[in-house]
């Protein structure tokens, strides 16, 4: 029989009611002729409020510590879970990461998925029952408790997924698909019926949030498609596959925004082979890592460079760019936090020409400076004035059809 995978997020297990529900939905894809297992969130709200608990004490409590007590509320959600689907008639058994042999490395807080036992869980689902797997956690060769970092629920998924030859893994969250753009930035814009795994990766690096990169990561090597969709009503959502015909046809697929970066610039450094290397192995060796880079030569011979990184390692890095700039004798090194990335995704990209011409004619049209431009095969990101964040959004999706046709207006 072919198998499922239905992943419920926090919201989706935020009350006992909705755990029903979800047990109902399991029971109707079981009579449809399917074998379903189940990955859990924590309860909405359950995570941050344990480790609310931990910092209380100490803020810098041991990642051991806070992994033990965090992993605990996935640990209420496949127990809840498991009575819910005995309510409503089927064999279910939950388990723990550690039980159903989810192995990681072994770092605090932020394992990484080593291996995946899935012995345990096979013997359920061939007796026709339900195994209920924790998300977000795993266990270590040496039986300690790890968690694969916040918001990682939907990697176990995709990863148990994997790991059993899922047919489809349904992630069932409080948004009821992928949009073309935000739709809180951009009225009517578009809900896609499908998207292939690599525009997905570069939406997820790009600011889009509804899935994590880790878990689009596993589902594309695997080659399990994704299905993004809402446990708040039936309808489908959106299909994370591989490229399938016609895809090409769409010039840009998607539009997202990422205000959690910063530029740091450096003025006046010699112009010469191995700057740059020492610039970046600065911050590499404090394991700092780089989006966007744009060099180019000043007036007076020296050379000037900017680079991008996160907001929440911008400290580290203004302090690692200082050391190589006093080294370089630069002449200055400036920071700007008021930026935004604003990128354009489609495989479209690959067979149409004239794609970034017309990202830059529409923003210029509206006056908006472009500061870096970064692009791959099949996405070119710019960065702009943060204060022009939507305008750029909401210019792009329309100039590049990524909006609804306004329902009720009728065209004579
Ligand atoms: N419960 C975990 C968190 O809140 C994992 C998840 O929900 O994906 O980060
Ligand atoms: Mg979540």
Redesign the pocket.
Same mark, same amino acid.
């Given at each position: 029989m072919p198998i499922l995978v239905h992943k419920y =997020? =926090?919201t989706s297990m935020g009350t006992t009611e909705r755990i029903l529900s979800n047990a109902h939905r399991i029971a109707a894809d079981i009579r449809r002729g399917y074998n379903v297992a189940v990955v859990v @969130?924590a309860m909405a709200g359950e995570t941050n409020r344990l480790l609310g608990l931990a910092d209380a004490i100490d803020p810098k409590s041991s990642g051991r510590e806070r992994d033990v007590l965090a992993s605990a509320g996935e640990q209420v959600s496949i127990a809840l879970m498991a009575i819910a689907l005995h309510k409503v008639g089927i064999e279910a058994v939950s388990f723990t990461a550690s039980q159903a042999g989810i192995v990681t490395d072994p770092f605090h807080t932020r394992a990484k998925i080593k291996s995946i036992d899935a012995g345990r869980l096979r013997s359920v689902l061939e007796k026709g029952g339900v195994p209920v797997v924790a998300g977000f956690q795993g266990v270590t060769d040496d039986m300690e408790v790890t968690t694969l970092g916040r =918001?990682a @629920?939907?990697t176990s998924a995709a990863a148990i997924a994997a790991a059993l030859g899922a047919e489809r893994c349904d992630i069932y969250?409080d948004v009821d698909g992928v949009y073309a753009a935000d739709p809180r930035i951009v009225r009517g814009a578009r809900k896609l019926a499908r998207i292939s795994y690599d525009e997905m990766l570069e939406m997820a690096g790009s600011g889009s949030k509804v899935l994590q990169t880790r878990s689009v990561v596993f589902a594309k090597k695997y080659r399990v498609p994704l299905q993004v969709l809402t446990s708040f009503e039936d309808k489908p959502g959106t299909l994370i596959s591989e490229e399938v015909e016609g895809m090409e046809e769409i010039l840009v697929t998607g539009i997202c925004s990422d205000k959690t970066e910063a530029r740091i610039s450096v003025y006046g450094i010699p112009d010469q082979p191995g700057i740059a290397a020492q610039v970046f192995e600065q911050l590499a060796s404090q394991g700092l890592s780089v989006d966007m880079i744009v060099q180019g030569k000043g007036e007076d011979g020296l050379a000037n460079m900017s680079f991008t990184v996160t907001k929440s390692d911008l400290n580290d890095a203004v302090k690692a760019t200082e050391v190589v700039a006093k080294k370089l004798k630069a002449r200055q090194v400036s920071v700007d936090e008021k930026i935004a990335k604003v990128s354009i995704v489609g495989v479209g990209m690959k067979s149409h020409g004239g794609v970034a011409a017309k990202m830059f004619r529409a923003l210029a049209d509206k006056g908006i400076n472009i500061y870096m431009i970064s692009t791959s095969e099949i996405r070119i990101s710019v960065v702009i004035d943060e204060d022009y964040t939507e305008l750029a959004v909401r210019t792009l999706a329309k100039d590049f059809d990524l909006i609804e046709e306004d329902e009720g207006v009728v065209s004579a």
């Open positions: =997020g =926090g @969130s =918001g @629920s939907d969250t």
